[in-house]
C-alpha cells in the first residue's frame, strides 16, 4: 500500500475535570485548544492491517452530504446525523497485566482490538469511532468520517441497533472498580464538546428524543431482515454503554453527570471557532456535522467576521463532508486522510492504485494526490483496480516465485521449464515487496502455453483438454474439438498429477462467431466469448453475410450453457459486442421451452387478478382511523350498515364496535390513508400508510388476529414492494421484479401461503415481502419502472410458477432449502432452490449479524448486485441463482 507518512505531536493538557475552559480572545487561537485526534494511520499499518477493512460505507453521491439509503428491507443507513454519545471501556480482565497498564503501548492495544472486531467478530473494520488512551490521547478509529454507522451497541432486547446516529467512544481498560485516570477523563470531555459543537448538539441534555433503528422480531427474535426508525429512545444524549443495552457495566465508575456538565463548557467555547487546514489556506466552519466555507484566506475573512480561527490537522478536518462538494474530473488522484489508499478517477469511478509500482509505471505523483473527507472519497462507486498491465512478470521477495499478471490476476509460473516453454525472459521480471504480490488475486497457474491441447492418456476416446485462463478447459465432444479447428496430433500427454495442477476453468464451448439455435425453436444466435446473441431479424442476418448452413442446432440444454447477451439488429451492434462494449439494445429471444413431455399444465395467471396483503394486526379495541382522496364506502359486517364518506373526511371505527368492516374506493384512483398506522423511512419525510385498491379490517379464525387488510391489482402490489433500492442497477432492479413476482404469484395461485383459511394471502413482513405501499411508489420509481418493464413475467421450473424466495445475503454461498427447511423443499419441484451457488468476485458482503440472520436461499442480494455491476442481465441474474428456470411472460 502506498501511504504519505506525517508526523504528528502528542500532547495532553492537563485539565481539571470540573473546571471551565478558558480561551484566549485573540482572531487566531492558539493550536492545541481543539483536541487533538490522531489518525487512523497511526495504529492500521501494514498490508495485513489494511486487508482486514472488509467494511467500507456506502455513500452515493459524491457532491451531496443527504443520506440516500431508503428505509427498506436490510438497507440499515451507513451515514446518519449524530445524535447521541456512547461511552464504553475495552473491559479488559482487571487480572492482566497489560489491563489498566500506563506502560503498555496503546497502539498495540488498538491494533488487537482491531483484529478481534474486523475479523473474528466479523465486523469489518473496528467497531469504535473513537479510541482515548490512558494517557489522554484520542485515535481516529471507526473508518468513513462523521456520521459513519458503528458497531458498538445493539440492545437484543428491544432489537433496536443504536449504532446508527451515535457516536461509539472508548477508554482503553476496564472501570468496573478502577477510577478513570483524569487525563483520559478530560480527553474525553474535550471530545464530546468539540463533536457535540461542530453537529449541533447539547450534550448536556438528559431528555433527548430521537428515532431509533429498529428490527422486527421474529419467533422471539431480532429479524435484521427489515428495520426502519419505527421507535423513539428519550435520555441523555452522552450515556454509557450500560444505559443502552443491559448487563454491560461500561463505563464503570466515570462520573456521567460531570462529563455532560463539562463537555457542555467545552461545546459553548468550541461553536463559535471557524478553522483552518494546517495544509492550506482557507478558512471553514463545521456546521451540523458538514464544512461550509468561509474565505479562500484565513488571514482576509469576510468584514464582520470575528469568530476565532484555529489551525487544525488535515485528517481531522476530512472527518466532515463538504457542503457544496465538486464532482472532481476523471484522472484525479485522491486519497482518505486517515488512509494510505490513493484511487484515480475514471468514468466517475474511484480506481485502487494497487501498490507504487503500478503508481509509478502510470508516472504518477503524490504531489498530486488530493485529500479528500472519508465520506467525499467514499460518494465515488469503486472502480476495477488499476493494475500492473497484462503480461508483467512479478517475482516475490518471499519464496522467490514467479507471477504473470493476466486480467488483473496473479498467475503462478510453476517451473523453470513452463518459463522457457512461454518464452518468458528473465530480464523482465520484476522484483517487488511481497504485499504488492498478494494484493493479487490468484487467477491460476502458467504451465503449458496457452493453446496447449493435453490428455492423461493417447487412447482416442479419453478426455482432451485445452490450456485456457491460466487452467484446464474440459473438451466435452469431437463436435467441439473439430470446431476449434484442433489438430489431434498436437495432444500431449501428461502425467494425472501434472493435469491436476491446473485449475478447473469448466467447459470449452463452441468458439466466437459460431451460429446456433435450440432444438425445435426458430431464434437464431451468433456466439461471442461464451455468451449467446440473438440475431433478431434476417435484416440483420443478412448484413452480416452470415449463411443458414453453418447454423448448429443444439439440444436445449446446450444452448442453455451460452449467457444471454442480448440482440443483434445490425452490423453496427456486431462491431460493439466484438469491441467489448454493452450493447444498447436490451431485447432478449424467447426462453426455449423444454420438450413437450416434460411441460406441466400452468396455473392459469392474468394481469387483473387481485391480492390481499396483511398490513398490520390491532388489538379488537384499537381505534383504526381510515381517510382517502377520493369518496369511499365504509360498510360494518356487525350491523350490515354503510355510510359514504367524502375526500379527505375520517373514518374511525374499532373492531368491537363494527366487526368485520370495508373501506371501499368509489374510484380506481382513489388512494386510502390509515392515519393509525405509521412506518417511516430514515429521517421520517415519508410514511409508508397510503395504499391503492381497498382496505378490510377482518378477524383471522386462523391466526386469532384482527388483521387490516389492502386488496388490490396485483401488479399494483408489487410496484409498493420495499425489498430492493432505487438506486440499485437497472438489471438487477429487474431480476428483482420478476423474482419477488414469481413468489406473490405462487402463493396467491396456492390459495395463500398461509392457507385458504387465512384472511390475507401474504404479509408485508420479510417473512412474506415487505410492501410499503403507495407512497413507495413515489419513493422509488425506479422499482416501478422495472416492475413495468418486467410485466406479467415470472421463473418457471418443471413448467410451475417457481417459489422463489431470496435473501438479503447468503454469506457467499447459497444454502440448500432442503437441508435449511426440508418438508415439501426436498421433492423434485424445488431442484432450483439446491444452493451452492457461491456469489462472484468483488461482492461487497453485508455485517456479520445480517447475514446471520438471513437465510440465504435463492438469489443473494448481494450478490446479484454484483453481477449487475458485471454487465449481467437480469435474465442471467436469476439463471445464475435458480439452477433449470425458465423466464416466461405469462399474461
Not at 327 to 333: A, S
Not at 756 to 775: F, I, K
Request: hydrophobic fraction near 35%; proline fraction near 5%.
Amino acid at each position: 500500500m502506498i501511504r504519505r507518512w506525517k508526523k504528528y505531536s502528542l500532547f495532553a493538557v492537563a485539565w481539571c475535570v470540573l473546571s471551565m475552559p478558558f480561551f484566549a480572545s485573540a482572531q487566531t487561537a492558539a493550536d492545541g485548544t481543539v483536541p487533538t485526534i490522531l489518525p487512523r494511520a497511526l495504529w492500521e499499518t501494514g498490508a495485513s492491517a489494511n486487508n482486514l477493512l472488509n467494511w467500507i460505507p456506502e455513500d452515493n453521491d459524491p457532491t451531496s452530504v443527504e443520506n440516500e439509503n431508503p428505509n427498506s428491507n436490510s438497507n440499515i443507513p451507513d451515514y446518519s446525523p449524530v445524535d447521541r454519545f456512547v461511552i464504553h471501556d475495552t473491559g479488559c480482565s482487571p487480572t492482566s497485566a497489560r489491563c489498566n497498564s500506563d506502560t503498555v503501548d496503546p497502539i498495540s492495544v488498538i491494533q488487537s482490538m482491531y483484529r478481534n472486531h474486523a475479523q473474528v467478530r466479523g465486523w469489518g473494520d473496528i467497531g469504535y469511532h473513537y479510541i482515548i488512551d490512558r494517557k489522554g490521547n484520542i485515535y481516529e478509529g471507526r473508518y468513513g468520517g462523521n456520521g459513519t454507522r458503528g458497531a458498538h451497541v445493539y440492545d437484543n432486547k428491544n432489537c433496536r441497533n443504536f449504532n446508527v446516529g451515535t457516536v461509539g467512544i472508548t477508554i482503553l481498560g476496564n472501570y468496573g472498580n478502577a477510577q478513570v485516570p483524569a487525563a483520559a477523563v478530560n480527553a474525553l470531555a474535550q471530545l464530546v464538546g468539540w463533536l457535540s459543537a461542530v453537529n449541533n448538539i447539547n450534550p448536556a441534555d438528559t431528555a433527548r428524543s430521537t428515532p431509533v433503528w429498529t428490527n422486527l422480531t421474529t419467533n422471539g427474535k431480532c429479524d435484521t431482515h427489515f428495520g426502519g426508525f419505527s421507535s423513539l429512545y428519550a435520555g441523555p444524549t452522552v450515556l454509557g454503554h450500560m444505559d443502552l443495552e443491559a448487563g454491560n457495566p461500561d463505563p464503570g465508575t466515570l462520573n456521567m453527570p460531570a462529563l455532560r456538565t463539562v463537555a457542555a463548557q467545552w461545546r459553548e467555547a468550541y461553536k463559535n471557532y471557524i478553522y483552518q487546514d494546517k495544509n492550506d489556506k482557507a478558512a471553514v466552519a463545521i456546521d451540523g456535522g458538514v464544512i461550509k466555507m468561509i474565505s479562500d484566506n484565513a488571514t482576509a475573512l469576510p468584514a464582520g467576521e470575528t469568530r476565532p480561527v484555529v489551525k487544525i490537522n488535515t485528517n481531522q478536518l476530512a472527518l466532515f463532508p463538504h457542503e457544496n462538494a465538486v464532482k472532481l474530473p476523471d484522472g484525479t488522484l485522491i486519497k482518505s486522510s486517515g488512509r494510505g489508499d490513493i484511487y484515480r478517477l475514471e468514468n466517475g469511478e474511484r480506481r485502487h492504485v494497487t501498490s507504487p509500482g503500478v503508481f509509478r509505471m502510470l508516472g504518477l505523483s503524490l504531489t498530486d494526490v488530493k485529500v479528500l473527507a472519508d465520506r467525499d472519497l467514499l460518494g465515488y462507486a469503486s472502480g476495477d483496480p488499476l493494475s500492473y498491465p497484462d503480461g508483467t512478470l512479478l517475482q516475490s521477495p518471499k519464496d522467490g516465485k514467479v507471477y504473470l499478471i493476466k486480467d488483473g490476476e496473479r498467475r503462478h509460473i510453476i517451473s523453470s521449464a513452463a518459463f522457457k516453454q512461454n518464452k518468458f525472459k528473465e530480464k523482465d521480471i520484476i522484483k517487488v515487496p511481497e504485499d504488492e504480490v498478494a494484493a493479487y488475486v490468484s487467477g491460476g497457474i502458467v504451465g503449458l502455453p496457452e493453446g496447449t491441447l493435453f490428455s492423461v492418456s493417447p487412447k482416442v476416446t479419453a478426455p482432451n483438454y485445452v490450456v485456457m485462463n491460466g487452467g484446464k478447459k474440459f473438451i466435452p465432444s469431437w463436435d467441439i474439438f473439430n470446431a476449434w479447428k484442433f489438430d489431434k496430433k498436437k495432444i500431449r500427454v501428461i502425467a494425472k498429477k501434472d493435469l491436476d495442477l491446473y485449475p478447473d476453468k469448466g467447459e470449452l464451448l463452441l468458439p466466437d462467431a459460431s451460429l446456433i439455435r435450440a432444438a425445435g425453436m426458430p431464434e437464431i444466435y451468433i456466439v461471442h466469448k461464451q455468451k449467446k446473441y440473438w440475431i433478431g431479424s434476417y435484416g440483420a442476418f443478412a448484413e452480416l453475410k452470415l449463411n443458414m448452413t453453418a447454423v448448429k442446432t443444439l439440444p436445449v440444454t446446450e444452448t442453455g450453457k451460452y449467457r444471454s447477451g442480448g440482440t443483434i439488429a445490425s452490423s453496427a451492434d456486431w462491431q460493439t459486442v466484438i469491441q467489448g462494449k454493452p450493447l444498447a439494445t436490451a431485447a432478449v429471444a424467447p426462453a426455449p421451452v423444454q420438450p413437450a413431455q416434460k411441460q406441466l399444465v400452468p396455473v392459469a395467471t392474468s394481469a387483473g387478478q387481485t391480492i390481499k396483503v396483511g398490513l398490520f394486526s390491532a388489538a379488537a379495541a384499537d381505534n383504526v382511523s381510515v381517510t382517502a382522496n377520493g369518496s369511499f364506502t365504509v360498510r360494518s359486517g356487525k350491523t350490515s350498515t354503510e355510510k359514504t364518506y367524502a375526500a379527505g373526511e375520517i373514518a374511525a371505527t374499532t373492531w368491537n364496535t363494527s366487526g368485520d368492516t370495508t373501506f371501499t374506493a368509489h374510484n380506481a384512483g382513489t388512494i386510502f390513508t390509515v392515519n393509525s398506522y405509521h412506518v417511516y423511512n430514515w429521517d421520517k419525510s415519508v410514511d409508508f400508510n397510503i395504499f391503492r385498491g381497498n382496505l378490510s379490517l377482518v378477524y383471522s379464525q386462523k391466526s386469532n388476529k384482527v388483521w387490516m387488510v389492502n386488496v388490490l391489482p396485483f401488479e399494483e402490489y408489487l410496484q409498493g414492494l420495499g425489498e430492493a433500492l432505487n438506486t440499485d442497477a437497472p438489471e438487477y432492479r429487474k431480476a428483482f421484479a420478476v423474482a419477488a413476482r414469481s413468489y406473490a404469484l405462487y402463493h396467491l395461485s396456492n390459495n395463500g401461503k398461509y392457507g385458504a383459511d387465512e384472511v390475507y394471502h401474504l404479509n408485508n413482513t420479510p417473512s412474506d415481502q415487505v410492501y410499503r405501499g403507495y407512497a413507495w411508489e413515489g419513493y422509488a420509481p425506479n422499482l416501478v419502472e422495472a416492475t413495468k418493464a418486467t410485466a406479467g413475467e415470472v421463473m418457471k421450473y418443471n413448467g410451475k410458477i417457481a417459489r422463489t424466495v431470496y435473501s438479503s445475503d447468503s454469506g457467499g454461498t447459497t444454502k440448500n432449502a432442503c437441508s435449511l427447511w426440508g418438508g415439501e423443499f426436498c421433492n423434485a419441484d424445488y431442484g432450483y432452490l439446491a444452493g451452492g451457488i457461491t456469489d462472484p468476485e468483488g461482492t461487497v458482503r453485508r455485517d456479520a449479524a445480517t447475514i446471520a440472520a438471513s437465510h440465504g436461499v435463492g438469489m443473494s442480494a448481494t450478490g446479484a448486485r454484483r453481477l449487475a455491476e458485471l454487465g449481467k442481465t437480469y435474465k442471467e441474474i436469476l439463471a445464475y441463482y435458480y439452477k433449470g428456470i425458465s423466464v416466461e411472460k405469462v399474461y
